[in-house]
């Protein structure tokens, strides 16, 4: 009987009873979760999320929908945008940055410190190379050392933070360059401003969402994310990559600095403490995951909206900064949680 059953088990079938048996297997696309069709792309369920803010605080407040308050978002947005992009990168990898924050804040206190001696673009080019240095450092230890993400940074944000302290011992500089503080300013609609940082922020954008859709490394920076042992086992230098990456993101970390001046004229060592957390905020809620290899530039886009747009309209509800913070963490939390959801029904 065992012979028997054996047998029959093993036995060859024609091709067409395989399909017929494949074909009966598989559930019907009726019973697949709706979710995971309706939220195929990372980046629906943000802007989903963007358009119901809007809805929401419209008919909540009579001066959220203002194409001068519009126009104040997007300039709200520019900085902690471009710092997201940096993050993207780096959570694209399956690692973090704690230190982005930290990082562009040197950048600015250089910049602003030599600026009152009077030479602006020395000044703006050793605030880049400050930025790109301090995060190619990050890079360093973690894609040729092997130190863990969060750790690296966690010490790099501890000892950026206090080199930027006693590089300008503790003293804030006033930015009067036009050259530093060009991007605060723009062309003028009425009551909506463009501003030049507005532009820029749009513009990194879409060069680095080119730069990983359409690009050989830009499919490397996804392979690595996915499976960084099938990447290398695949040909790809893991080692190479995540050092440009982080090296990648200081770049984007000076922009940042740049804008920071334009926005706030002035080079202060303690400012944009809790960069780095609504940078990480605004990536997680614009669908790029954790666990790297999904996610992109759209949706950080839009989840830097969500994030500002959120905090401009409690405040204009008149909700205290205290629950505007409770109502950004829950929001953290539900993205991850659905990124996790997700993320296992892909998997299945």
Request: charged letters at 10%; aromatic letters at 8%; one cysteine or more.
């Amino acid at each position: 009987m065992q012979d028997s059953e054996l047998t029959v088990a093993t036995a060859p079938q024609p091709d067409s009873n395989e399909g017929a048996v494949a074909a009966a297997a598989a559930p019907p696309a009726s019973l697949q979760r709706p979710a995971l069709s309706l939220f195929a792309y990372p980046i629906t369920g943000p802007l989903f999320a963007l358009i119901v803010i809007f809805v929401v605080f419209s008919l909540t407040t009579s001066t959220f929908m203002n194409a001068g308050n519009i126009s104040l978002i997007a300039q709200q947005s520019v900085v902690i945008g471009t710092l997201a992009l940096g993050q993207t990168l780096i959570i694209l990898v399956s690692g973090i940055d704690l230190a982005d924050g930290a990082i562009m804040v040197l950048g600015t206190v250089v910049a602003g410190s030599i600026a009152s001696h009077g030479d602006a673009v020395l000044a703006m080019t050793l605030g880049f190379v400050a930025c790109v240095v301090a995060a190619s450092i990050n890079g360093l230890a973690i894609a040729r050392f092997r130190l863990p993400p969060f750790i690296a940074t966690l010490g790099m944000f501890t000892i950026i933070a206090a080199a930027a302290r006693l590089y300008s011992q503790s003293r804030s500089f006033p930015v009067t360059s036009d050259l530093l503080s060009v991007l605060g300013s723009g062309p003028e609609f009425g009551t909506v401003a463009v501003t030049y940082g507005t532009m820029l922020w749009v513009a990194l954008t879409l060069v680095l969402g080119y730069t990983l859709n359409e690009t050989s490394w830009g499919v490397r920076v996804y392979a690595i994310g996915n499976s960084p042992i099938a990447a290398r086992l695949n040909g790809v230098n893991v080692t190479r990559i995540v050092f440009s990456v982080y090296a990648l993101a200081g770049v984007f970390y000076a922009f940042a600095a740049w804008q920071a001046l334009g926005r706030t004229p002035i080079a202060d060592p303690s400012g944009y403490q809790i960069a780095n957390l609504d940078s990480i905020t605004a990536v997680v809620i614009g669908g790029t995951s954790l666990f790297g290899g999904r996610g992109g530039v759209a949706g950080t886009f839009i989840g830097t909206l969500i994030v500002v747009a959120l905090k401009n309209g409690l405040t204009q509800a008149g909700i205290d900064s205290l629950y505007q913070q409770i109502a950004t963490g829950a929001l953290v939390m539900l993205a991850v949680g659905a990124d996790q959801y997700l993320g296992r029904g892909h998997r299945a």
